[in-house]
C-alpha cells in the first residue's frame, strides 16, 4: 500500500507535482471561462432585455441551443470545427494555418458555453430590480451605461451572486470535459497517470479529491462573498 502511494508524492517519479500542475491549469482555464462567459451573459442578457426584437430573438436562440446540446458535443463542435473554419479563414486571407493552443481554445469553447447560462442569471437579476428604483435614477439624469454602471450592476449583483457561484462549480466539473481534446488539465493528467501505472483507481481518486477540494474553498470563498455583498440590501420588511 505504502508502495502505491508514492505514485503520487513528489519525488521524480511519482505524479503528485503533474497532477498539480493539471490542476493549476484547470484553474486557469475555468476562471479565463468564467470571465469569458461572464462577459458574454451580461452582453446576451441586455440585448435580450432591450434591443429591437430580431436582434433579440438571435440572442434567445444563442441561449436556447447552447443550452439544449449536450456539452461534449458542443465542445467537439466548436473545437474541431471552430478551428477548421478558422483555418480556411486564414488559407483565403493567404496566411498560414493557426493551431490554437489547448488552453485557449478551452478558454473560448467553455466560454461561449457558458455564457449561455450567465445571460439567463443576469437576466432574472437585471428583471428582479424594483423598476421604480430605475425609475428614480433616470430623474436624477442617469441613462445609458451610467445608468448600468451605477445603478443597475450594484443593485443586481447580489441577485445574480447564488447563480454565479453555482456557475462557477459547474464550470469546475465541466473543465474536465476538456480532457476529450487533449488539454492537460487535472482529469487529462489522471488519465495518464492511471494508464501509465495501471493503477486507476488511486489517480481518478486522487483527481476526485483536487476536485472536492476546489469546490470546498470556492463554497467558502463565494458564501464570504454573497455575504458582504448582501450588506448593503435593503433588509425585508
Not at 451573459?41 to 441586455?46: D, F
Not at 454565479?164 to 480532457?179: G, P
Amino acid at each position: 500500500m505504502p508502495a502505491m502511494f508514492d505514485l503520487i508524492n513528489f519525488t521524480e517519479q511519482g505524479w503528485g507535482g503533474a497532477l498539480l500542475k493539471g490542476l493549476w491549469m484547470t484553474l486557469q482555464i475555468s476562471a479565463g471561462a468564467f470571465i469569458v462567459g461572464l462577459a458574454i451573459g451580461l452582453v446576451v442578457a441586455c440585448i435580450k432585455l432591450g434591443a429591437p426584437k430580431p436582434i433579440a430573438a438571435l440572442a434567445r436562440g444563442y441561449t436556447t441551443l447552447f443550452r439544449a446540446v449536450p456539452e461534449l458535443l458542443l465542445i467537439l463542435l466548436l473545437y474541431y470545427v471552430g478551428s477548421m473554419l478558422l483555418n480556411s479563414l486564414m488559407a483565403q486571407l493567404g496566411y498560414d494555418a493557426v493551431n490554437l493552443s489547448g488552453p485557449l481554445a478551452a478558454i473560448l469553447v467553455l466560454g461561449l458555453v457558458q455564457g449561455a447560462y450567465a445571460s439567463e442569471i443576469f437576466r432574472a437579476a437585471i428583471q428582479a430590480i424594483p423598476y421604480g428604483q430605475i425609475e428614480s435614477a433616470k430623474a436624477f439624469g442617469l441613462h445609458g451605461f451610467g445608468l448600468f454602471r451605477r445603478v443597475t450592476l450594484p443593485i443586481m449583483a447580489p441577485y445574480a451572486m447564488a447563480g454565479m457561484a453555482n456557475l462557477w462549480i459547474n464550470l469546475i466539473k465541466d473543465s474536465a470535459l476538456i480532457s476529450v481534446v487533449g488539454t492537460n488539465e487535472l482529469l487529462y493528467t489522471a488519465k495518464q497517470g492511471a494508464g501509465s501505472t495501471r493503477h486507476y483507481l488511486l489517480f481518478y481518486l486522487t483527481a476526485a479529491a483536487l476536485y472536492y477540494v476546489v469546490t470546498l474553498v470556492s463554497n467558502y470563498l463565494s458564501g464570504r462573498l454573497e455575504r458582504r455583498i448582501r450588506r448593503w440590501m435593503p433588509l425585508a420588511e
